[in-house]
């Protein structure tokens, strides 16, 4: 039985203003974004601030070594626009490399046979290529009003500060502190003496900070040459000298060939709303099919709709894993996370996602960028035959689920991380906001359901007895606590626009997440 407070009460204040909003997993990071926007900068200039800082202050979810998706709502021309950035398999990348072990399931975000020495979960082979930094560039030229360099000086002057380490920080970074030990430059950076979790005295002010330093000289590099800077001239040779060094494949052929794919956002209807997803291989397709089971459901009461969203869910996920990947057919059908939502007083918007896939990526920092490194690989079944089979030059198969929503007035972005928990959030919020008329506000705070493909429902324990029996008679309930540590139903991020009043807001129990105004109260 869980010792939490059964007392405790945890909320998050949503403000309405006519001016713009940046919500995301960090506060610093979204005001990052929203000064961009007090500088005259549109949606996208806001995400692409927002996006390098929030690399920096939350290293371990994303950053410039990641890759994602985006989707960017226009509002002059009513144009839902999509971009992936989204991580690709090294061309040199060596099937040997990853043979199966025969010690049964992987321990982190999928069940894939494990592989020997983890070797597609953390170090250099799991390494990916990234896609960030094309991804923000590509939207930023299309649709940026200010200075490319103007939008990286906040994550520049953040990480010649370095993060600073609280409680939060030193938690996280504790709970992976012995795979963090195994790389020389991720222990330098993230642990004392190479050692021991960074952190504060249980009752000091914490005054611990990381070096950044390596990571702000990158990053003036790279406001000084520009977004394909990354992928051609020096940092690109830094990244994948620094990769190559610890053993893994990723080459400047991958970097020089790397290109973020950008076109029409795929249109769900559902009643007498409209959704813009992400196509190809993201959670997209896996919301569509979601909001189409539900479509002629009845969810006219708790009692209705829970056991519905499980059904729906778990199916969904089901034809997900068992059919979704890159076969090379169509190269553009298209836990550790960072998800941020961005609308403008024009109502232009952005529902960005942003990951290194695992907490902490590979567990590998370059040394000579200050970066650490994704995990990409480890989207790949590493067993061979199957739709999303691990092999060279080949796209991550993504559970990002950024979405537009419209119904009558009112337009939203939304997001999540969380790995597999993404589409359970993100396609429950949906319903909340469409179905039940939930605001912003009320639909961050109400209960979940979690539906990630293992037959069972991690259910709220706030939820009422009746919802959960009803729940029960679909599939088998266990029920939780939501807390700060672990996220047991993801952590979104969002924004709304009533009419011209734009809201925002972050999951309620993340201690750093909040929705900062372009116009401060």
């Not at 990348?93 to 399931?105: I, M, N, R, T």
């Amino acid at each position: 039985m869980s010792a939490l407070s059964r007392t405790q009460t945890v909320a998050k204040h949503v403000i309405e203003t006519p001016g713009g909003v940046v919500a995301a997993q960090h506060r610093l990071a979204a005001e990052a974004g929203a000064e961009a926007l007090r500088a005259g900068g549109d949606a996208v200039d806001a995400a692409v601030a927002t996006s390098f800082a929030i690399g920096v202050l939350e290293p371990w979810m994303s950053g410039p070594a990641g890759g994602g998706a985006a989707l960017h709502w226009r509002a002059d021309t009513g144009e839902a626009v999509a971009i992936n950035f989204g991580m690709r398999s090294p061309r040199g990348l060596d099937l040997a490399d990853y043979p199966l072990s025969g010690e049964g399931k992987a321990g982190d975000l999928f069940p894939w046979e494990r592989v020997v020495e983890d070797r597609n979960v953390e170090g250099a082979k799991a390494i990916a290529v990234p896609g960030v930094v094309d991804g923000m560039g590509q939207a930023h030229e299309r649709w940026g009003r200010l200075p490319w360099a103007d939008l990286l000086a906040p994550a520049i002057a953040h990480a010649r500060e370095g993060m600073l380490v609280d409680w939060y920080a030193a938690l996280l970074i504790a709970s992976v502190a012995r795979n963090l030990a195994a790389d020389l430059d991720a222990a330098a950076l993230f642990l004392d003496d190479g050692t021991w979790p960074k952190g504060s005295g249980w009752t000091a002010i914490p005054d611990n900070r990381l070096d950044q330093s390596t990571m702000a000289d990158m990053l003036e590099a790279l406001a000084r040459g520009g977004p394909r800077s990354f992928y051609d001239g020096d940092i690109a040779q830094a990244l994948a000298g620094d990769v190559q060094a610890k053993g893994g494949s990723l080459a400047t052929g991958d970097l020089a060939g790397y290109r973020a794919w950008m076109g029409e956002a795929q249109s769900v209807p559902y009643r007498d709303a409209l959704f813009h997803v992400m196509p190809g291989l993201t959670a997209g397709p896996t919301f569509a099919r979601v909001m189409e089971q539900l479509g002629d459901q009845d969810l006219s009461t708790p009692e209705r709709a829970f056991p519905a969203y499980a059904s729906a869910l778990d199916r969904a996920y089901v034809e997900r894993l068992g059919k979704m990947g890159d076969t090379g057919e169509v190269p553009e059908a298209p836990g550790c996370t960072t998800h941020f939502s961005v609308v403008d007083r024009a109502g232009n918007m952005v529902a960005n996602t942003q990951t290194l896939l695992s907490i902490f990526g590979s567990r590998v920092v370059s040394p000579t960028t200050g970066l650490l490194m994704n995990n990409g690989i480890m989207w790949f079944d590493p067993e061979q035959g199957k739709p999303n089979s691990l092999a060279p030059d080949k796209a991550c198969l993504m559970n990002v689920c950024p979405i537009l929503g419209h119904q009558g007035p009112r337009h939203f972005a939304l997001g999540a991380s969380g790995g597999r928990k993404i589409v359970s959030a993100v396609a429950q919020m949906a319903s909340f906001i469409t179905d039940r008329g939930e605001d912003i506000e009320g639909a961050f705070h109400a209960p979940r359901i979690d539906i990630s493909g293992g037959g069972t429902a991690i259910a709220d324990d706030t939820l009422p007895a009746s919802v959960l029996s009803a729940i029960e008679r679909v599939m088998p309930v266990q029920t939780t606590r939501r807390t700060v540590l672990p996220y047991a139903f993801a952590c979104p991020a969002g924004v709304m626009r009533h009419d011209a009043v734009n809201t925002g807001c972050t999951e309620i129990m993340s201690p750093w997440g909040d929705a900062v105004l372009e116009d401060p109260q």
